[in-house]
T-cell receptor
Framework: DTGVSQDPRHKITKRGQNVTFRCDPI?????LYWYRQTLGQGPEFLTY????????KSRLLSDRFSAERPKGSFSTLEIQRTEQGDSAMYLC??????????????FGSGTQLSVL | AQRVTQPEKLLSVFKGAPVELKCNYS??????LFWYVQYSRQRLQLLLR??SRESIKGFTADLNKGETSFHLKKPFAQEEDSAMYYC?????????????FGAGTRLFVKA
């Protein structure tokens, strides 16, 4: 499967613990997005990378959230001191960016986080 | 503010009936709009984008700038169309552009 892959698929953690998720985009894609989705809502934009540069971070993202994309390849999203409100599906998407705003996003299967 | 609104959480139609999923947007510039779909146990995927003026799986969507709408339509719904549908907008911001999504509409096509 050469699509976007995310790991793990599911994560259960206790409140206050740190968690890290990984996203491997399609290899030639230079743009990478993180979204968060809760029940009954659409994907909410969290942050976005163009190669290794993090170009925007949503106000939804508190200081407990950090994302990296070293060398412009895979990306990690870390949540420190998790809270129950962090429970959600975390989606990663990538695109080649070749068509500008008409880019097609390719999504991963997501990581379902449950904070107990 | 940039916003995508899908007023219906759930739309239920009979097989063979026409279907229209509503989408309204708020954006000060020239909009680039999309419909994404998520079938059961599958990933979110692009269905169509307005720039392509295409028909995918019998679905079409027309941009109406006057009404700021981008409704998705199909003349004869099929059971396999049952899925979550998300309208999306690609919006400029100071760092470039990003795609934002509506809350989604679940389409249920009854036999």
């Amino acid at each position: 499967d050469t699509g976007v892959s995310q790991d793990p698929r599911h994560k259960i953690t206790k409140r206050g613990q740190n968690v890290t998720f990984r996203c491997d985009p399609i290899s030639e894609h230079n743009r990478l997005y993180w979204y968060r989705q809760t029940l009954g809502q659409g994907p909410e934009f969290l942050t976005y990378f163009q190669n290794e540069a993090q170009l925007e971070k949503s106000r939804l993202l508190s200081d407990r959230f950090s994302a990296e994309r070293p060398k412009g390849s895979f990306s990690t999203l870390e949540i420190q001191r998790t809270e129950q409100g962090d429970s959600a599906m975390y989606l990663c998407a990538s695109s080649s960016g070749g068509r500008g705003r008409n880019e097609k996003l390719f999504f991963g299967s997501g990581t379902q986080l449950s904070v107990l | 503010a940039q916003r995508v609104t899908q007023p219906e959480k759930l739309l239920s139609v009979f097989k063979g009936a026409p279907v229209e999923l509503k989408c309204n947007y708020s954006y000060s510039g020239s909009p680039e709009l999309f419909w994404y779909v998520q079938y059961s146990r599958q990933r979110l995927q692009l269905l169509l984008r307005h720039i392509s003026r295409e028909s995918i799986k019998g679905f079409t969507a027309d941009l109406n700038k006057g009404e700021t709408s981008f409704h998705l339509k199909k003349p004869f719904a099929q059971e396999e169309d049952s899925a979550m549908y998300y309208c999306a907008l690609s919006a400029f911001y100071t760092g470039g552009f990003k795609t934002i999504f509506g809350a989604g509409t679940r389409l249920f096509v009854k036999a």
